[in-house]
């Protein structure tokens, strides 16, 4: 029913910049929200940033806050993370996901449907 698909990830220097892109197939795309997660071995998946349906309302991490934007196009079902200045700890595997929720929500639990991941390393 909801495939998630995450492209953009790759190698960049700290202070660089990368953008993710998540295309879906979800049927009724505009009544997600959608968030970004990441997550290092030996970690759990940490929140990172989420956008309503109608993208009015985001939500951050305090870590990522004013380095990240999130974004998405609901005419062509995608959502984007621009991330600008990056850091080492950035350094993750980037997860796109659905939630039925209506708020941007930060709670991992209530996502319902995730892609596979796409790797990004920063490097110091």
């Known amino acids: 029913q909801g495939q998630l698909v995450e492209s953009g990830g790759g190698l960049v220097q700290a202070g660089g910049s990368l953008r993710l892109s998540c295309a879906t197939s979800?049927?009724?795309?505009?009544?997600?929200?959608m968030g970004w997660f990441r997550q290092t071995p030996g970690k759990e998946r940490e929140f990172v940033a989420a956008?309503?349906?109608?993208?009015?309302?985001?939500n951050y991490a305090d870590s990522v806050k004013g380095r990240f934007t999130i974004s998405r196009d609901n005419a062509k079902k995608t959502v984007s993370l621009q991330m600008d200045s990056l850091k080492p700890e950035d350094t993750a595997v980037y997860y796109c996901a659905a939630t039925a929720a209506s708020i941007s929500t930060a709670r991992r639990e209530l996502y319902r449907f995730w892609g596979q991941g796409t790797q990004v390393t920063v490097s110091s």
């Open positions: 956008v309503v349906s109608s993208g009015g309302n985001t």
């Open positions: 979800l049927r009724t795309f505009t009544t997600y929200t």
